[in-house]
Nanobody, 126 residues
Framework: QVQLVESGGGLVQAGGSLRLSCAAS????????MGWFRQAPGKEREFVAA????????YYSDSVKGRFTISRDNAKNTVYLQMNSLKPEDTAVYYC???????????????????WGQGTQVTVSS
């Protein structure tokens, strides 16, 4: 059993920054990848960023690359998402996700992840 708790969401003006955190607890000995997805009203939940746990390789969607940075603290079982130069289009509920087994599909696919957080709201005003 793994639990994920996100924090750091809020309301920010366009051009501003936010830093999201996601702490994993429980049976955290088998983390392969942790990532972030987001979902705006009426839209599909979409991939934002991910990081491999042992090597630290990072992956980003085209829409956030160059603006967002994903990082991790293995000792704390925590993943972060530094969000800079925020745009109104970034407004969404952001979800933390954890992959606990070997990757058998597409890293950007929702179905590749085994555990999900409750989500944290990010609102960017214009």
């Amino acid at each position: 059993q793994v639990q994920l708790v996100e924090s750091g969401g809020g309301l920010v003006q366009a051009g501003g920054s936010l830093r999201l955190s996601c702490a994993a607890s429980g049976r955290t000995f088998s983390i392969v990848v942790m990532g972030w997805f987001r979902q705006a009203p009426g839209k599909e939940r979409e991939f934002v960023a991910a990081i491999s746990w042992n090597g630290g390789s990072t992956y980003y969607s085209d829409s956030v690359k160059g603006r967002f940075t994903i990082s991790r603290d293995n000792a704390k079982n925590t993943v972060y998402l530094q969000m800079n130069s925020l745009k109104p289009e970034d407004t969404a509920v952001y979800y933390c996700a954890l992959m606990s087994g070997p990757l058998s599909g597409w890293l950007r696919a929702r179905s590749s992840y085994d555990y999900w957080g409750q989500g944290t709201q990010v609102t960017v005003s214009s």
